[in-house]
């Protein structure tokens, strides 16, 4: 009795250890496009006569000490409350060696080279779930120094700002800019992390915000305008069916839909599916490419995902 | 025989007056406890402090200026709890509370009844106020309105408030 006792327990909390939680976000801090401009760390590129600019991040981190402090001092205060964070200099660092492994690599049997596709090289960028955003300015008045900061949570998939906090610093005569931004991400990280926890809060109460976006391959017969069944509904309104039938008190919004393409934007999943398993937005539109495979519809498909909170079906085909 | 009366009187006074004593710092402490009881207070912050630590003034009210005083720490620890305080001079930025639903203070009761216990409650561990500082007396009508800076250790009462449930931490759930 007392080892049947033992047995459950152990299994009951192997299977909430398993299932019990939900797929952990990562977080990244970036410099905002802002202020790489202001401080000069931008690259140029002319883009079929367009002058194009983007940060460049490598060059930021390998110079300015500044920024290095402001990073490391949002990861400790974030690891400190139990959630560190991704470096972005060491993804940086670990993209460049997995890219140098990779053209090294060949079989030792046929010497073929490591597969990749031109998705696969464009997706080989430093990337996190949440990105948080941080710029600050140096404002002058006479010899008196003081510093605006903004920290911005963004969701990298909904586009959403989830969390933020922003303010200037007391003026001082005397004290360094290192001093004045250490106070300043110490001034602002509560606020930031409780706006951070009341977005998990929502999260957990509402389920995860995702995007669903729908496609099709040229080759394909069908669209989204073909109708089916008994009702002769178009697939379009069968694919809304589906979500409303699927999603968190059936909240979602229909962005756009025409015949080759729909956008499904606030589309709130379960953070755990039927099988008790953790859920993101791969996994929930996994369910959604079976459904339109099987009778009566017959459509093969493709499902192509972005981090947890993105995923596209390509209709006609995989 | 007279000596031995003589030490007997002289323990007895003693005793009465260690007695006295006491109960004036017990009833002091029960004065406290009921003035707090309807949280009376206002809190404005005075500066940035060390990472994981809150400088604020406390305002505190009572009849006696120095159960205003005793009070004062409890009065800090629950406003950043429960009230934050909005931005002001020396950099400060407005500050959320660390417990979102004020309902939470009914639902733990006994917690908090265990916790703000002026008889050694947990909360003193979490705030400090130099006894250099000078507080601020106002005379507001019958009672007296004392402001004291304290600082608060933010990040170990969060961590607390974490261990005991009554706050959930940023991870919780992942």
């Known amino acids: ?318 | 025989m007279k000596r031995i009366i003589n030490k007997a009187t002289i323990l007895t006074v003693i005793f009465i007056a260690f007695g006295l004593v006491s109960n004036a710092q017990l009833s002091k402490k029960r004065k406290a406890q009921k003035d707090t009881k309807a949280w009376r207070y206002e809190i404005e912050c005075v500066g940035i402090g060390k990472a994981g630590t809150k400088v604020i003034k406390v305002w505190s009210y009572s009849k006696k200026a120095k159960v205003a005083v005793a009070q004062a720490k409890k009065n800090a620890v629950h406003g950043i709890m429960f009230q934050g305080y909005t931005g002001g001079g020396q950099g400060c930025t407005s500050q959320r509370p660390l417990i979102n639903d004020p309902s939470i203070e009914q639902q733990k009761e006994e917690f908090f009844d265990n916790f703000f216990n002026i008889n050694g409650g947990k909360y003193m561990k979490f705030v400090s106020h130099s006894s250099d500082a000078t507080p601020t007396v106002m005379k507001v009508g019958k009672e007296y309105k004392i402001g004291i800076v304290v600082t608060v250790m933010t990040n170990l009462l969060r961590k607390d408030l974490e261990k005991a449930g009554v706050v959930k931490g940023l991870s919780s759930g992942f």
Not at chain 1, 216 to 244: K, M, R, V
Request: proline share 3%; with cysteine.
């Open chain 1, 1 to 318: 009795m007392k080892k049947t006792f033992i047995a459950l327990t152990l299994l009951l909390t192997g299977f909430t250890l398993a299932f019990g939680q939900a797929k952990k976000p990562t977080l990244m801090v970036v410099p905002s496009d802002v202020w790489c401009s202001k401080n000069g760390y931008m690259m140029e590129f002319d883009n079929q006569g367009t002058k194009i600019k983007i940060p460049d991040y490598k060059k930021a981190l390998q110079e300015d000490a500044d920024l290095l402090l402001v990073i490391s001092s949002i990861n400790d205060m974030m690891a400190e409350r139990g959630f560190p964070l991704k470096n972005m200099e060491s993804a940086l660092k670990t993209l460049a060696s997995n890219a140098a492994e990779d053209n090294m690599r060949s079989s030792k049997e046929t010497g073929a080279s490591v597969a990749e596709n031109p998705i696969d090289m464009l997706k080989k960028v430093a990337k996190a779930d949440i990105i948080i955003q941080m710029t600050w300015t140096i404002n002058k008045t006479g010899p008196k120094k003081s510093i605006t900061f903004v920290l911005q949570g963004l969701d990298a998939y909904t586009d959403k700002q989830i969390a933020g906090a922003n303010g200037t610093g007391a003026p001082s005569f005397s004290a360094e800019t290192p001093v004045l931004l250490k106070e300043a991400v110490t001034a602002h990280i509560d606020n930031f992390t409780g706006s951070l926890q009341a977005h998990f809060e929502d999260m957990f109460a509402n389920g995860r915000e995702i995007i669903v976006r729908i496609q099709t391959w040229d080759d394909w017969d069908g669209d989204l305008e073909s109708e089916y069944g008994d009702d002769d509904d178009e697939l379009g309104t069968i694919i809304e069916d589906w979500l409303a039938d699927n999603t968190v008190k059936g909240r979602f919004s229909t962005t756009d839909m025409t015949e080759t393409m729909a956008l499904f934007e606030q589309v709130r999943i379960d953070l755990y599916n039927a099988k008790g398993r953790a859920q993101d937005a791969r996994r929930f539109v996994k369910g959604l490419s079976k459904y339109l495979k099987n009778e009566p519809f017959l459509i093969p498909n493709k499902v192509v995902m972005k981090g947890l909170g993105r995923a596209t079906i390509i209709l006609g085909g995989k």
